[in-house]
């Protein structure tokens, strides 16, 4: 028997028992979260089709044509469209920066995506939207001419992002605001070509910038990974090193290089029907006031996991220099429009109250860092949340399909089936089928490895897929 000083206890609230006290890392707490997790999973049938996992986790979008123009990590592939047979009009509520809205007009099919964050929706309209060869004609002719361009240009207006000075090298910071004046007198004058420019420039700030994505936020380059930590770098090497010893002709080429990608990639746009998608900017969660009154034979998405990632956090630079919010108060408006899959998501009062979820929830280490951080309402939120997302979707899709690509995750030792709850609130919501298809599994943190041993095979990503 574990000492109590070995063990962390855990109240556990059944509906049918009295309250009660388990080790959460005992072999009846084990036993007790495996029996709750296959009970919520038997209604489903759950089948395994690994080919789909590099196209639910696509790291092609970084080198395939067009896709590349904006990185996005959590994109997924419009092989998908092929893969699951999508038919028809499409609908994509979480389009992001518009995988399956190329891949549809690629393929000859039209449809609609939408999406919260204004920086993806432009670049999906960048990526859909045919230049004349006139028009290409006049972006060569800047990149060609950008060294002369920029350096006659006036520095526009720094941002009011707090970190604004800190994410940019004093003479790359230079370039991108220069580079961003002469680029808004363009967008001004022919809003086409300076659409085209402007993504080029926002895919290029990460590339030139003293930061970098990573998880949920940004990390700086002044600092280096070392067994798990940071350690600082020397100033003036790293420098010299990502950069070299002409910082403002590294930034220009930087942006130089992007456009000669992007207009090698218009090569594409000569087949397809380009013409035939709908971008529009919006929750998803109002989706019967976006398109009230169409229909759609298949839909497909990919929600933000209910992991806490904040997306707006990673993107915040692009954002901020990219003149999608000029304000906190503008990107927190975003961030309450958004699906609650993060803290900083707005509290709603939660209803329907999922019991299912609620069992989940009793099961979780109270003590955990997780908890304290206000996870058990996240997890309310969200999958609220998804079941309004399903409600629109079973009402936009009355005799087709709807395809959703979700993640499992774990908190305070305790597994969240995201797959199955989606799948068990999407019945609610008035689809008569769901299956489950499992198509790769997921790492857990390290936090969580050592807790949840035993239970690797509930962490994965599924297509749930509802008709």
Aim: hydrophobic residues 35%.
């Amino acid at each position: 028997m574990k000492s109590s000083s070995a063990c962390r206890k855990v109240i556990i609230s059944d509906q049918q028992e009295n309250l009660r006290i388990v080790s959460d890392n005992s072999l009846a707490g084990q036993n007790k979260l495996k029996e709750l997790l296959e009970d919520l999973q038997s209604p489903f049938e759950i089948k395994q089709n690994y080919e789909l996992a590099p196209f639910v986790h696509w790291k092609g979008n970084s080198s395939s044509k067009i896709h590349r123009w904006l990185r996005y990590r959590e994109a997924y592939s419009p092989e998908l469209i092929d893969k699951l047979n999508l038919e028809g009009r499409i609908l994509d509520p979480f389009s992001g920066c518009g995988s399956i809205m190329v891949g549809a007009a690629q393929r000859g099919l039209s449809s609609t995506g939408v999406d919260i964050n204004p920086l993806s929706t432009f670049s999906t309209k960048v990526k859909l939207t045919k230049l004349k060869s006139s028009e290409i004609d006049k972006i060569q002719s800047i990149q060609a001419n950008l060294k002369t361009i920029i350096g006659k240009s006036h520095p526009a207006r720094l941002p009011a992002l707090s970190i604004s000075q800190k994410v940019f090298e004093p003479e790359i910071l230079d370039v991108v605001l220069k580079s961003k004046t002469f680029i808004e007198t363009l967008r001004a004058d022919n809003p086409q070509v300076g659409d085209f420019l402007h993504l080029a420039w926002l895919e290029s700030l990460e590339k030139v910038g003293s930061y970098f994505k990573e998880g949920n936020g940004i990390k700086y380059r002044n600092k280096q990974r070392s067994k798990g930590k940071y350690k600082d770098r020397k100033d003036g090497e790293w420098q010299l090193q990502r950069f070299g010893s002409d910082q403002t002709s590294f930034a220009i080429e930087c942006i130089k290089s992007q456009l000669g990608i992007m207009i090698q990639d218009t090569s594409d746009w000569k087949y397809g029907a380009w013409s035939k998608q709908e971008v529009l900017s919006g929750s998803a969660l109002k989706l019967d006031e976006l398109i009230p009154r169409k229909k759609y034979d298949s839909i497909i998405f990919s929600p933000p996991y209910a992991n806490r990632f904040d997306y707006f956090e990673a993107f915040k630079v692009e954002l901020w220099f990219g003149g999608f919010v000029d304000s906190y108060d503008d990107l927190n408006k975003l961030r309450k429009q958004s699906l609650r899959s993060h803290l900083a998501a707005e509290y709603r009062k939660n209803n329907p109250v999922f019991e299912e979820l609620e069992s989940l929830i009793n099961m979780m280490d109270q003590t955990a860092s997780s908890w304290r951080m206000g996870v058990p309402d996240l997890l309310r939120g969200y999958f609220q949340d998804m079941h309004t997302v399903l409600k629109h979707c079973r009402k936009l899709a009355p005799n087709g399909r709807t395809h959703v690509v979700v993640g499992n995750s774990a908190f305070a030792g305790v597994i969240i089936p995201t797959d199955v709850l989606t799948a068990m609130i999407g019945i609610r919501s008035g689809f008569s089928k769901a299956k489950i298809v499992e198509s790769r599994h997921l790492t857990v943190s390290p936090q969580q490895r050592a807790l949840l041993t035993g239970f690797e095979s509930y962490m994965r990503e599924s297509v749930v897929i509802f008709e």
